[in-house]
Each structure stands twice: as C-alpha cells, then as structure tokens.
C-alpha cells in the first residue's frame, strides 16, 4: 500500500501530489491527515520558504515510524535554495525511517521568479519519477533485499 502526504504553501506540493495519485494508487492528502495504516511507499512533498521547511511537515515526519512507513519518496519544489529536501531528510533519518535513494525536485514560482513552476513538463518528469517507484518492491526489508 502507497500514500501520498504534502504541505503546500502556494499550491505547488498539492499540484505535484495530485498529478501522481492514479500511478501511486492513492489519493494525495495534506500532512495534517496522520497515517492511518502502514504503508511500504510514502510520497512526502513539500516546498521551502525563506529558507525552511514548514513546522507541520517536521510534526508530521515526528509521527512516523519504521512500522508505520518502510520507505519515503521524498519531492518538492524551490525558487530560490536549491532543494526543500535535505531538511526532510534529516528529519526522518533521525527518525530511522528508510529515504529512497531518489527523490525529486523542480522549480517552484515565486512571484515572478521561475514562473509557470510547476510547469506540466515538470509534472510529466515527476510522473516517470513516481513510476518508476512505484514498479520497485518495497515489502522486503534492507536485510531481505
């Protein structure tokens, strides 16, 4: 089972979750819905603003366990600092939760710098990026695989 969890701020996050539900088979929703069941892939998006990741995805992150989600898939978008995900991924390694070793992240407007971010080319390379996700078998365990 997959899910997909984001912050949006601007209406970035959300506009990259929805775009992947029919290849995740599940419906996005924002990082204010907990978990209610494990999952083996969870999409986690969000956005960086003056320089941080929102507080609610960092609370969200701190209700995760290695029980409760095998693996995150980590995206999201930026302007200006080059990724939002680094901090996402401190985060959850703290936590001892498994990241992907891929992850995604593209432009997000802001004003009138990189506007028209995401555009639907991003939206497209973000799909092939959940796709190819989703096709790896995340049931087995580090020491199983």
Same mark, same amino acid.
């Given at each position: 089972m997959n899910a997909i969890r984001y912050y949006s701020k601007f209406g970035h996050s959300k506009l990259m979750a929805e775009a992947i539900e029919d290849i995740v088979g599940a419906k996005a929703a924002t990082v204010a819905e907990p978990l209610d069941q494990p999952v083996d892939l969870l999409f986690l998006g969000a956005g960086v603003?003056?320089?941080? #990741?929102?507080?609610? #995805?960092?609370?969200?992150i701190n209700t995760l366990t290695p029980e409760k989600v095998k693996c995150v898939a980590l995206f999201g978008s930026c302007a200006i600092v080059e990724s939002p995900l680094p901090q996402m991924l401190q985060a959850l390694k703290a936590r001892g939760i498994q990241v992907c070793d891929k992850s995604f992240t593209c432009k997000g407007s802001m004003g009138p710098i990189c506007k028209g971010h995401p555009n639907a080319q991003d939206l497209d390379c973000f799909r092939q990026f959940a796709r190819s996700l989703t096709e790896m078998d995340f049931t087995k365990t580090e020491a199983q695989a």
């Open positions: 603003f003056l320089g941080k #990741v929102n507080g609610a #995805v960092i609370d969200f």
